[in-house]
């Protein structure tokens, strides 16, 4: 089953456009395609369990959960068909949510505490949109705006007018920063960075050396030179283990390139700063 509602023409005094409503539930294996919108988007979980994808991260949604995901972020739904899911999905230009972690750019919540108001205003929602009386599409949009209170009050964020292209590329930026403190001795390229955040590569390398002063590339490096020195110091490992573990190609690469940086050998690194 899958119904869609577009309201392009919906627009409130404030800039908040609702631009469709989609129900919809799947039976069967479904995998969808990684995508970004320029608009906020919420799913709403009314039925059933489904695997949910973030950027890296995956969590499972349940019956009476939601998320909400900001203009530029991609993510992707996957159906579990031992459990069917059922979801009601808004699009909703000219708002931004400001999220307790920002840069994760979305927000898996719960609103089992405000369900009875939640479920009236989203089954309200999908009646006026099925009826089509007089009026439904501004009765539509005063429901939307209540139902950004309510995932406002469940989420601790505030769901405000847009923020500029500008923030919304900044933090994009400070999250791929993030991914590359988190995994820096995982393989990474400007490719799969740059996919995560809809940006081509040199765009990428743009916005992060304004923020940053270094290339995407260069920071991870420089996170893995601070940990190899830090090891030299104070462990006895070996150097191929250090350079394994830290995603180098190879022993001699590493011990190449951290002459090259730094100006001794990694011998002689680990020798003068009391290495074990």
């Known amino acids: ?100 972690n920002d840069s994760d750019g979305y927000y898996h919540g719960d609103f089992s505490s405000d369900d009875k108001a939640m479920v009236h205003l989203l089954v309200s929602l999908v009646n006026e949109l099925q009826d089509k009386r007089d009026g439904y599409s501004e009765a539509c949009l005063c429901i939307v705006q209540l139902l950004l209170i309510h995932v406002a009050r469940s989420s601790s964020a505030n769901i405000e007018p847009e923020t500029t292209p500008m923030d919304r590329l900044h933090s994009s930026i400070a999250w791929v920063k993030q991914y590359i403190d988190d995994n820096y001795t995982t393989p990474l390229n400007l490719e799969m960075l740059s996919e995560k955040v809809g940006l081509n590569r040199f765009g990428l390398i743009r916005e992060f050396k304004k923020l940053y002063g270094v290339s995407p590339i260069e920071y991870m490096l420089s996170c893995r030179y601070r940990e190899a020195r830090f090891l030299l110091e104070t462990t006895d490992r070996s ?36 290495g074990k």
């Open 1 to 100: 089953m899958y119904e869609l509602y577009e309201l392009k023409d919906t627009v409130a005094e404030n800039g908040l456009q609702l631009l469709y409503v989609t129900c919809f539930r799947y039976e069967k294996q479904w995998y969808g395609t990684r995508h970004t919108h320029n608009f906020l988007e919420i799913f709403f979980c009314v039925g059933g369990d489904c695997e949910f994808h973030v950027r890296d991260t995956m969590f499972l949604m349940h019956p009476r959960q939601f998320v909400v995901i900001n203009p530029g972020v991609e993510h992707v739904e996957k159906a579990i068909p031992s459990d069917p899911v059922e979801w009601i999905v808004l699009g909703v230009k000219g708002v931004h949510s400001d999220l307790v």
């Open 239 to 274: 150097i191929i283990n250090i350079s394994r573990d830290l995603g180098f190609s190879s022993g001699n690469y590493f011990s190449q390139s951290f002459q090259k940086r730094f100006g001794v050998t990694a011998s002689a690194y680990r020798a003068s700063h009391g």
